[in-house]
Every structure is written in C-alpha cells, then in structure tokens.
C-alpha cells in the first residue's frame, strides 16, 4: 500500500502536463483502496495535479456519489436508478454499465475528509469558465482561509473580469493572508479588508487573530470585530422579532381554527389538535401520490394538499358535531370528556393505519433553505409559514364578515332563539361552523407538517398553546387571537435567551394566569348582548 | 328431591370447573412465559412498538427451535401505555397474575425506575434494552443498552480525536438522561482540559419544536474561530424540527457537526436526511454492519414484520443479545427459577450483531463495541470509527467524584450493586 503511494507521488514527475491521463486516472481509481485514514493522502495526491477534470469525481466523493465496482476495484460516478447503479466513466461522465446495489461499494468519507474536498475543490475551480462556480470557489476559501490557495488565487485575481467575483476572490486572498506567513503590514491591511467587507462571517477569522502574538494585528482585529458587533446589535434585535413573529404564527394558526370551534361557538373541543393532525397526514398522503406517480409535481403538492387537507378534516368536524356535540350544548364538561374522547380514538386510528412512527413529509424546494435581509437571517419555511398564518386569517376574517354564512354565523351565536325566529336553521350553521373550524385546523396542519414531527402524537403538542393563545386573546374575537399569538410568540422568544427554553414557557403560562385574573374575558373582551348569554 | 338434584347439579358443575382449572394449569406447565412490557399507546409507543415486534420475533425463532427446556415460549404482552405509574402496575401483572419467567421492557429511565421497587419485591428478572444514564445497578435489573462510557464518553473521544473540536455545546431534553449524561460529559471534558467558557449547556422542554433562538445561539457560539461541536442528548420527537433548523440555517455537518445519542435508524426514517449527511451518532450497533449475523437479522425482521422499508436500530440488538443471553442462562441453569438464572447469567457470552461476542458482566451491564456513524442519504449510517475491542459496561462513573469510588458486583460473596470501596460497605441494596 505504501508502495503503491510513493508510487502515485511519482507518477505526475513521469507524466508532465495535460497529458498525464493515466496518472490521474489512476489517482483516482486509488481511492478504492486503503483505510478511511489513508484517504487524506489520496485526495493530495489528486489535487496535486491541479486537473479541473478531476473536480466531478471529487464532488461525487464529497457528495456520496461515487462507488467503486467491487470486481476490479475502477472508481466510477453512481447515479442511483431503482435499486440499480448507473455508473459512469469519472472523468468524461460517459455511461458505462448499470450494475446491481451489491457490485458497488461507496466510496466512504468523513466530515474531515469533506472539508478538505471543498477547499480542494475550492481551488480547482477558481479557473472555472462559469462565473457562478468561481464566485462558490472563492466564497469557500474566504471561509475556510486555506493558504495553499494563495497562489491560484493571485493568478484567478489578475485574469478576472466580472467585478463581483473580483471582490470575492480579493476578501478570500485576504482570508488566506491572515493565515499566511506574510509581512505584519499585509496583513494588518488584509484584517481591514475583512473587517470591512467580509461581515458576520468574518467574526471567526478575526477571533482567531485577537490573541496574535503581533500586537498590531490583534489590535486591528479586535477593532474590526468590535465594529462588526456594534452593527450587528440592532440586527439582532431584529432577529429575536423575527423568530417571535414566527413562533406567534404557529401558534396563530394552531389557534386560529379553536378560535371559531372554542371562540365563537364556545365548545370545548380536545380534538382540535387531532384535526390538525389529519391535515398534517392528509399531506403525507399526497407526497405519497405524488412521489409514487408523478414525481415532477412534487413541489405544488403543499399546494395539493391545502383543498384535500380542508375537506379532511373539515368533514370529520362534521361528523363530530353532528353524531356527539349537538347533544351536549350547553353541558361543557361532558363535551370536553366526549372530545378528549373522540382525540384518543383518532390517534390510535392513526397509529393503526400508519404506523406509530413518524413519517417523511419532504419540504418543497422553494421552502427550503433561507434568505439574508441585512443582517437577518429568514428562513424560507418559517418565511411561508408567516405569510400562510396571515393569507388563512384574512380569508377567515372575509369569510365571518363578508359573507352570507358568515352572518349567520355570527347572528346565531349573539342571539340562538332570535336567529331562529328569524329563519336561521340553527343546527345546520353550527355543523357548518364546526366543520369551518376543523378545516382550518386541516390546513394549519399542512404548514405544519413543514416543521414539526408528523406523528400521531402531533395534535397534542398544540393543544395547549391553542386554548392559551385563545383564552389569552379572548374568547370570540380573532383580532384577539392574531394579537395574542404574536404576544405570545415574541414575549416568548425575548424570554428565551436568559430564562431558557423550559423557564420562559413557565413564565409566559404564569403570566397568563395572572392575567386572567385581572381581564377574565381576555385582550379583547366581546361586548353587549352576547356576554350576558 | 328438588334439594338433591340441586346438589347433584352443582356438584357436576363443580367437577367440570375443577377439571378445566386443572387442564389449563396442566397446559400452562408445558409453557414458559415471558413478559413484554413496552409502551404500545401513548408518546413513546413511536419507539417502544417496535422493540415489542422484535420481542415477538425472538420468541417465535426460539419456539421453531424447539422452545426452552423442551417446552414451548409464550409471550404476554401488556401495554403500559406511555404513564410512568402504569409501568410499575402492569409489571406486577406480569409477576403475580402471568408468573412470567422473564420480563423485556422499558424505554424511558423514568419508566424504569418506577418499576424497580416491583422488580424487587417480586423477585423478577428485567432485561432493560436502551442507552442510559448509568448510576444504577440492581440485582434484578439486567442493563443490554449502553451505559455512559458505552456511548457517551467514546464519542466525545471521537470527536476530540479525528474533528479537534474544541468548543462544546451539551443540548439535551430537560429529564434525568441528558442530564446525568451532561453532568458527566462536563467532568470528562474538564478533565481533557476544556475550560468553563468553552462549554455551553442547553436543555428545552420534551417535544421542543421551536429551535430558531438555540439553533441561533449555537451558531454564534460556533463563530468563534474555534473549532465547535454539539453533543445531543435531545430526545424522540424534538430531534426532527431541530435537525430541519440546523439544515434551514444553513449549518452543515462539515461546520458544526452534531453528535447524537438518541438519533438511530428508527428516528431518520420520519426525516427528509439530505441536509443532514455527516452528522454522528454514537451507537452499538448500527443497521450497515456488515455481518452475516446482522443480515439474517435484518432479512429475518423485514420478513417477520412483513415491510422491507422497515429499518433495525441498536434497543433492538440489544433485546437480541439480552434474550439470548437469557436463553443460555436458563439452559444452563435447567431451571427458569429467578435466584438460579440471576446467579448462573453472568459470564453468558452470545454472538452480537457486530461479529463479535458480548458477556453479562458481574455489575449486570454487558459488553459492546462502540461505533461511531455518520448519517447518509439514504437515512442510514456510514460507520466512520469503532473501538478496537468490546467496551465493558460501567454502572458507576469514573468521572463524577461521588460515583468513582462505588463499585458494583453481583457475584457471591460481595453481592452488592454500590459497594464503596473506600470505606468497605455496601451502600445498600441496589439503586
């Protein structure tokens, strides 16, 4: 084995230039062999010939995409198709055979092995014809610093064109300097650069420098960091906002569904966690579909799934209301123990057909992944989720105002016996308004499925948070339930940071009770007739 | 007259109930029961259903082998349902009304200690097949997962060694594992020379699904210049959304590698891995072992469960080693008799799943490999580091001041679960 190395270190000495293709290949083919531990020495070996054509082969290794056949140990690029591997020639990606699971074997790697492969692969492709894949190039040695990249670097730096990756490829030379052994006056220069451009993701380059031995240096660094810090305060505020609003948008619409089931008609249902559990499994099944049939589509199935999630468990709030809750108006115990009831029954229906194990509900490209506003970090699922709580709100708040059903709704629950004098049929809108309920939960459950567990156990994580967000807003009213989930949300994030995640869930649930008793109606309080009811 | 026929009828019934009650003990002679106490309803049945099914499967082999001392394995199934006072109440059903010879169970360490006294006062014997705190040993009580230094220790080791980490974030769920787990951790690396501000200890509610501040808070903390870890004691189901936010905020497995002790094959399946590939996870066994052990046991589970997708993980091997262990105990015993199979267990070896051998150890803990794994794609993991030899099991922590000194030894004569080898006592009967 050793043999073998020293042999390949030899080799581009025989073969110079751009006609050493057998020593690359062979390069190459030599990462089939050996121990994890040997792969280091390997890759060096690859990178030395400095061969752009080798750079698919190292991103197939840093990605997991490249397999050797087992018979004769040759290096290939896999695509995975059924449970067969298409394996391709690693340097011209021409096919070569299809071969069944059990004749290849990965290539293996480790995180160690990874970050060497994209500092390596870093500075193979700063020559690359794409300015895109130049630009990645030198945003990864900014990061990592690798001083072996300088030269590449300088050489990239004086052929550049394009100005945007000219200042990218300028602040990763300064991030290589640092790390260099250059003259104290370049790299004081290069900390200014850095301090002044590279932003939040300079912080740990300099950190690494403020305990230098050369004074001048740590003092720069330490100025830079003290700067970028300063900028970054109000940022940060910004940013606790942020993760407020977004937490207040779960719980708005976890709640925003028991706001019309609870708030409006003032029953107390223990299922409503349940109903967004269905929708949370409705949206399994339609990846399901969509995976098994027509995986082109996969990314509108969130979109699929909103109708499908609505009806769901909009008709299973139908079917409660009307086989158990009509006969128990009026009796609120009864029904919270008829509901609790009937929340146990469909989570071990769930558990029956699905299994007791989570199951993968995939985020679609466009929700994953984050944006960067300035110093805010937003990402994209919780981004979606936010603008999703407010659309279902507004739609909500159309529904109950603008519209027909809306009104009637609204006159049944200020007044039951004058609604129904006046022609109401009563029972009906309150089957309707109950199912109104359930379906939105369907649909919160949709968004939810993005970022939690989907698991029979789902609806009951938010139950609580649901009665506290509506008890805390107050009963009847949706304004109090938007304003409420969003206090909720940002106290709680504010809290987080000193108290901790288990103190300020303790604190805000006390804070709600001390509340209650000062304003027992909640934030906003119906007034007139109906409070009397 | 009516009296005597009466009398006769009654007698007739009498003597057919006789009879009955006398066939089904006769029948229930020719069965040797085993309990099977693991949550099949409620939060942890996501994880303890599986380890039933399992249960089911070894039992069934041994019967088409022949059974148990010729007579054939019966198993009682209970569910305790996910409530910790329920555990100790259905492992006395089993005790008393089933008279089972062996029970397999438990999941969550709280579960476990309520029923402890049970185990106890009824004389039974318990296989306990998941990872744990440690600072236990009861001689009723026979730990198959992995103690601290089975798990814990060697992975930090790990990441010491091949990731020079340098700055530690300890994140766990706020129950007695992680924390006992955490308090040892610390120890251990301030004895590897970490200082206080390079340790950050974060522990968040069961279920968590909110993780952008601490995901955040970790960030910063990594943007240190120092090279950052986290050490993940989260628990069952607050590992899915804290995974997506790692993957969201854009931290990978190359910055800031996440190391889990709860994370196995089982909870991937629930989770989209790709963002995840290179995050560890330290475990006994893994599913890619690669043994002709491991996969007769993976083809033998997707049979009996009738599911290829399904998946193997570690609670699951270590039932596999603990009821073949027992299997042998008792035959060489010749006896199920509690006191006989306790005293006759220790020094059992049975083949691992991992090509080696594992032996119940005097302190009822066993041996295993450690293994150290990296999440790939598929949802499965790359073994990336294995300790050399087998890791015998410690009950009492070498690290923590109070538990250096306390040894455990069921053997005679010492026959003592914490025996304080400074001032020469036994601490008392077990816990």
Known sequence: ?533 | MSTLKNRIRSFGMATIVAATTASSAAWAEDTIKVGILHSLSGTMAISETTLKDVMLMLIEEQNEKGGLLGKQLEAVVVDPASDWPLFAEKARELLEVHEVAAVFGNWTSVSRKSVLPVFDELNGILFYPVQYEGEESQRNVFYTGAAPNQQAIPAVDYLLENEEVERWVLAGTDYVYPRTTNKILEAYLKSKGVSDEDIMINYTPFGHSDWQTIVADIKAFGSEGKKTAVVSTINGDANVPFYKELGNQGISATDIPVVAFSVGEEELAGLDTAPLVGHLAAWNYFQSVDTPENEAFIEAWKAFIGDEDRVTNDPMEAHYIGFNMWVKAVEKAGTTDVDTVIDEIIGVAVPNLSGGYSAMMPNHHITKPVLIGEIQEDGQFDIVDQTDGLVAGDAWSDYLPDSAKLISDWRKPLECGNFNVETQTCGGKGS
């Open chain 1, 1 to 533: 084995m050793k043999r073998f190395i020293a042999a390949l270190f030899i080799l581009p000495m025989l073969f110079s230039g751009a006609g050493a293709d057998d020593g690359l290949i062979e390069r190459i083919d030599a990462l089939a062999t050996g121990k994890l531990k040997d792969r280091a020495a390997q890759i060096e070996a690859i990178s030395e010939t400095g061969d752009a054509r080798a750079v698919p082969a190292l991103q197939a290794l840093r990605d997991g995409s490249l397999y050797f056949r087992k018979s004769d140990k040759k290096v290939f690029l896999a695509e995975k198709s059924g449970s067969d591997f298409v394996l391709k020639d690693p340097l011209t990606a021409a096919e070569v055979e299809t071969l069944s699971k059990s004749a290849v074997r990965k290539v293996k790697v480790n995180n160690r092995l990874r970050r060497q492969l994209t500092a390596v692969i870093g500075s193979m492709t700063l020559e690359s014809p794409d300015p895109g894949t130049r630009l990645a190039a030198a945003r990864t040695i900014f990061k990592t610093g690798d001083v072996s990249a300088l030269e590449a670097l300088e050489a990239a730096i004086r052929t550049e064109q394009n100005a945007d990756v000219l200042a990218a490829m300028e602040l990763a030379r300064a991030s290589a300097l640092l790390k260099s052994d250059a003259e104290t006056f370049e790299k004081v220069k290069a900390v200014e650069l850095v301090g002044t451009r590279g932003g939040r993701d300079a912080v740990p380059l300099l950190k690494e420098l403020e305990s230098s031995q050369d004074e001048s240096i740590a003092q720069a660094a330490g100025k830079q960091i003290a700067q970028i810090e300063k900028a970054q305060v109000l940022w940060n505020s910004a940013q606790t906002v942020w993760y407020g609003i977004s937490l207040g948008s779960v719980l708005l619409l976890a709640a925003i569904g028991l706001a019309v089931t609870f708030g409006v008609m003032g029953v107390i249902n223990m299922a409503h966690g349940e109903m967004v559990m269905l929708g949370a499994y409705t949206t399994f099944v339609v990846q399901e579909v969509i995976r098994g049939s027509f995986p082109g589509l996969f990314d509108y199935s969130l979109l699929m799934a909103l109708p499908l999630a609505f009806l769901v468990a909009g008709a299973c709030g139908f079917a409660m209301e009307r086989g158990i809750i009509r006969f128990l108006y009026g009796r609120p115990l009864e029904t919270l123990l008829a509901t609790w009831g009937v929340s146990l029954i469909l989570q071990q229906a769930i558990r029956t057909i699905f299994g007791p194990t989570n199951r993968e509900v995939g985020n679609p490209s466009w929700m994953s992944g984050a944006y960067e506003l300035g110093g805010l970090t937003l990402t994209a699922n919780r981004l979606w989720i936010v603008v999703f709580a407010l659309i279902v709100f507004a739609a909500l708040f159309l529904v109950l105002k603008r519209t027909g059903f809306g009104l009637q709704m609204r006159a049944v629950t200020q007044n039951r016996k004058m609604a129904s004098s006046m022609g109401i049929r009563t029972p009906w809108v309150d089957a309707l308004t109950f199912a109104l309920g359930s379906g939105i939960a369907g649909i919160a459950g949709v968004a939810l499925s993005q970022i939690a567990n989907v698991s029979p156990n789902l609806g009951q994580s938010y139950i609580i948070d649901s009665f506290m967000v509506v008890v805390f807003g107050g009963v009847g009213n949706l304004w109090g339930t938007l304003v409420g989930a969003m206090t909720l949300g940002i106290a709680n994030k504010f809290l987080e940071p000193y108290a901790g995640a288990v103190l300020a869930k303790i604190l805000i649930l006390v804070f709600i009770i001390l509340f209650i008793q000062k304003r027992p109606r909640g934030l906003f309080a119906l007034k007139g007739r109906a409070v009397e009811a």
